[in-house]
């Protein structure tokens, strides 16, 4: 018993150095230069989102949906927006052949940016934005540009189309119409820490 407890451990050792145990191996992280405007939505974003999870009485919880509304009305003037940093969750076409795409955007817990297919906010098939698209695949890190949608139903200023209150709070899911998507490379730092 002890014998097979002794090969067994070596057995194990050389294993773990083949394999394993290379402790020069060097690790990396991904740094995303994210201009100031998406930064400041971000925070906006999930600042309200902490406050409304934290808040219980029906009433306080809509008026820091109003709240946010009018943050988002002074951030954003036009609702343009240019190099905004994400990842693509979802790339689609419709019966329209025209492209749909969700964008998880990157330093956010849950803010998704998408065009609709409901409202025909396709990419057109013969745009440089849709060749682009032709390239990209779920995962992708992507750059973009474009505006948000105005809110009609005057609830967010920017659509956000959410069926529920919690739901826009939570995880709000913005329209928008795409100018521009293109692939987008991190620059890749490695942690040398030895």
């Known amino acids: 018993m002890k014998r097979k407890l002794i090969i067994g451990t070596i057995v194990f050792v050389v294993l773990y150095v083949i394999f394993g145990g290379d402790s020069n191996e060097k690790k990396s992280t991904l740094i ?16 309200m989102r902490t406050l409304y999870l ?31 940093k994400g990842k ?25 940016i998408e065009n609709n297919s409901l409202y025909g906010e396709g990419i057109l098939g013969n745009t440089k934005t849709y060749s682009n698209l032709t390239e990209l695949e779920i995962g992708d890190f992507v750059n973009f540009s474009g505006r948000f949608m105005y809110d009609y139903e ?23 119409i795409f100018k521009s998507i293109n692939q987008y490379n991190p620059i890749e730092k490695s942690d040398d820490s030895d």
């Open 32 to 47: 995303f230069e994210i201009v100031d405007k998406q930064k400041e939505f971000v925070k906006l974003i999930d600042s």
């Open 54 to 84: 934290k808040e219980e009485n029906q009433l306080k919880l809509t008026n820091i949906r109003k709240q946010r509304k009018s943050e988002l009305k002074k951030l954003f003037k036009n609702r343009k927006v240019s190099n905004w």
């Open 88 to 112: 693509i969750t979802s790339l689609t076409t419709g019966s329209d052949q025209n492209a749909y795409v969700k964008i998880k955007l990157h330093g956010s817990r849950n803010i998704t």
């Open 154 to 176: 005057n609830k967010d200023y920017l659509d956000e189309w959410s069926s529920t209150e919690y739901g826009s709070m939570d995880e709000p899911e913005f329209r928008f």
